[in-house]
């Protein structure tokens, strides 16, 4: 079974503070993929991020930046300098690498971003 | 680029009346999904279609039905609606022939009153 768990449920911050996002999963697959998604006040679910499990490099994107441990299977996601557009809801979800089930995502609980002027 | 696209946006219904919700897959994408998202819940899977044949189930009530017709567009049937029903509903596409990530649709917002 998988399981994602975010443990924090909401963030408050001013803007321009750097946010970081933790999630922890569990799978007994030795190859899958994780996700960031962003859901806004609008309810559509955006892609952030993707990253396979054999592939540990650490990336920044933009403002997007996320760490990837397997070792401790985290993979944690961090907003710097963050901005009012930045509040949403963000789930961290896991996907087996099995051609079917690409789609069928365990998601965590999800963490409430709050960024204040 | 055409996304997967969700009818209706937003559909509001009784208790006992029937929903049928309806997904387009991106072209050339064979397979879909379908997640119920409930008030301040993460998106739950329900079921996947792979060339027309359901491949996967999650929590999906007996009284829900879903499939994917020829076309892949796929749909979701609910009957016996009951107020805990009311939640989004998600439709997401990907293709197993080359790997990019599902894409999801913007969601029904189902509200049974």
């Known amino acids: 079974a998988q399981k994602v768990t975010q443990a924090q449920t909401e963030i408050s911050v001013v803007e321009k503070e750097d946010v970081t996002l933790d999630c922890v999963y569990e799978?007994?697959?030795?190859?899958?993929?994780l996700f960031w998604y962003k859901q806004p006040p609008s309810g559509e679910l955006v892609f952030l991020i993707r990253?396979?499990?054999?592939?540990?490099q650490n990336e920044i994107s933009g403002r997007y930046s996320w760490n990837f441990q397997k070792s401790t299977s985290s993979f944690n996601f961090t907003i710097t300098a963050s901005q009012v557009v930045d509040s949403a809801v963000y789930f961290c979800?896991?996907?087996?690498?099995?051609?079917?089930?690409?789609?069928?995502?365990?998601f965590g609980a999800g963490t409430q971003v709050v960024v204040t002027p | 680029a055409a996304g997967v696209i969700q009818s209706p946006r937003h559909l509001i219904k009784e208790k006992r009346e029937t929903a049928t919700l309806k997904c387009y897959p991106i072209p050339r994408h064979d397979t879909v999904y379908w997640y119920q998202q409930g008030p301040g819940q993460d998106p739950q899977f329900l079921i996947s279609?792979?060339?027309?044949?359901?491949?996967d189930k999650g929590s999906i009530p007996d009284r829900f039905s879903a499939q994917q017709f020829s076309d892949y567009h796929s749909e979701l049937n609910m009957s016996s609606l009951e107020l805990g029903d009311s939640a989004l509903y998600f439709c997401?596409?990907?293709?197993?022939?080359?790997?990019?990530?599902?894409?999801f649709g913007q969601g029904t917002r189902l509200t049974v009153v």
């Open positions: 799978t007994r697959d030795t190859t899958y993929y």
């Open positions: 279609f792979y060339e027309k044949m359901q491949s």
């Open positions: 979800a896991l996907s087996r690498m099995v051609t079917d089930s690409w789609g069928k995502f365990q």
């Open positions: 997401a596409s990907s293709s197993s022939r080359d790997y990019t990530e599902a894409f």
């Open positions: 990253r396979n499990s054999f592939d540990e």
